[in-house]
Nanobody
Framework: QLQLVESGGGLVQPGGSLRLSCAASGFTLNYYTIGWVRQAPGKEREGVSC????????VYADSVKGRFTVSRDNSQNMVYLQMNSLKPEDTAVYYC???????????????????WGQGTQVTVSS
């Protein structure tokens, strides 16, 4: 059974850092483009970042550019989102999601992924 599981969320003070992990099981991650999507209470889902199947291409939402870094380790079937200089407005449930590697990250903001994890809560507050 194809499954994505996020971890690494939690409570952090403004200016702090967190590293989210996305573990895949039941399929080989290197056949998929992976996105990170977040949803804050009362708001629509927002595409945060996307990474191509071989890691050669990455994109970021303007709201996180320069603060977040997406990476992947296909040998370990893992994708990561390093989040630095966190702000209260980054508070949300963060999801990793997958789609065929033949779909590029150019449309990442549409959040049209085939597979989704259950999400991990990130709370930025003093």
């Amino acid at each position: 059974q194809l499954q994505l599981v996020e971890s690494g969320g939690g409570l952090v003070q403004p200016g702090g850092s967190l590293r989210l992990s996305c573990a895949a099981s039941g399929f080989t991650l290197n056949y998929y483009t992976i996105g990170w999507v977040r949803q804050a209470p009362g708001k629509e889902r927002e595409g945060v970042s996307c990474i191509s199947s071989n890691g050669g291409s990455t994109v970021y939402a303007d709201s996180v550019k320069g603060r977040f870094t997406v990476s992947r380790d296909n040998s370990q079937n893992m994708v990561y989102l390093q989040m630095n200089s966190l702000k209260p407005e980054d508070t949300a449930v963060y999801y990793c999601a997958a789609i065929s590697r033949y779909v590029s990250c150019s449309d990442y903001a549409k959040n049209q992924y085939a597979y989704w994890g259950q999400g991990t809560q990130v709370t930025v507050s003093s």
